[in-house]
């Protein structure tokens, strides 16, 4: 098969509060998003790189490379949408059986080296695979049906912060064989576009790889790097050139 990079380019990192999309914030003395694209121009393995932007994007142009990047101003609602347009978009131009790696535009760390990795070993797993760190931390489930206020305390949209009677309930998750999905996400075309397109509770389709694993597909967790890491809060931002500093 040949290897197509697809970026969702489409948020407006509202997490962030930051002025703009996040894709286009600097790290390291570039946007966000360029980090992603030169990671994948730089591979051999790529034959072509797709970035997905809002259709009216207007910072798009200045962040691109000189060539090798072709934008599709098709960004949907969410990040399942913006991806599912893409790919409808791309219908002909990629074949079915071509892989597609799908990448967050806020993950600037990804290297080339990640990218063979990733590639290597999901080769011939039909169900396709992604990056993934181990959990480190001991996880712990605050039970919303107990939950009362103050029970869990902080701003995340967790479950334990609803009203109710009492205390939330507290357990510990065993962290035996959790991981932490990342990307790249590496789908054949035929298969990601099949679970995009069955999925129907787009608030439980966090990454691509639940819509394949909602299909009953398990896919294949490549051990991943933490310079992969997502850029949410303001001092990742920090976190991520302290990664960019160092060599790949
Ligand atoms: O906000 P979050 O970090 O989850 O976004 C993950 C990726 O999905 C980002 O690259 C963002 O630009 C993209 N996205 C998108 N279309 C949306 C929402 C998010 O392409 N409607």
């Not at 970026?7 to 002025?19: L, T």
């Not at 913006?82 to 131009?93: E, K």
């Not at 576009?193 to 299909?215: K, Q």
């Amino acid at each position: 098969p040949r290897y197509f990079a697809l970026i969702p380019a489409a948020g407006v990192g509202a997490r962030m509060a930051a002025d703009g999309p996040k894709q286009y914030l600097s790290v390291g003395g570039k946007p966000m998003l360029r980090h992603a694209l030169d990671a994948f121009l730089a591979s051999p393995l790529i034959a072509h790189t797709y970035v997905v932007v809002s259709p009216d994007d207007g910072q798009i142009d200045a962040v691109l490379p000189p060539a090798g990047v072709t934008v599709l101003r098709c960004g949907g609602a969410t990040r399942m949408d913006s991806v599912l347009n893409a790919l409808r978009a791309l219908q002909g131009a990629v074949g079915e059986g071509d892989m597609m790696l799908v990448h967050d535009a806020a993950r600037p760390g990804l290297t080339p080296a990640l990218i063979a990795k990733l590639i290597a070993g999901v080769a011939g797993h039909p169900a396709g695979g992604l990056l993934a760190l181990p959990v480190v931390d001991t996880v712990k489930r605050s039970t919303a049906a107990e939950a009362g206020p103050g029970a869990a305390v902080g701003s995340g949209s967790g479950s334990g912060s609803g009203p109710g009677p009492g205390p939330a309930k507290v357990a510990t998750v065993p962290r035996d064989g959790l991981w932490l999905a990342q990307t790249p996400q590496m789908f054949s075309y035929a298969l990601l576009a099949r679970a995009l397109g069955a999925a129907t509770d787009a608030s439980a389709i966090t990454d691509d790889a639940s819509a394949v694993e909602a299909l009953g597909l398990s896919p294949r967790l490549v051990e991943g790097h933490p310079r992969n890491l997502k850029v949410t809060l303001p001092a990742d931002i920090r976190i991520a050139e302290m990664y960019l500093a160092e060599p790949q």
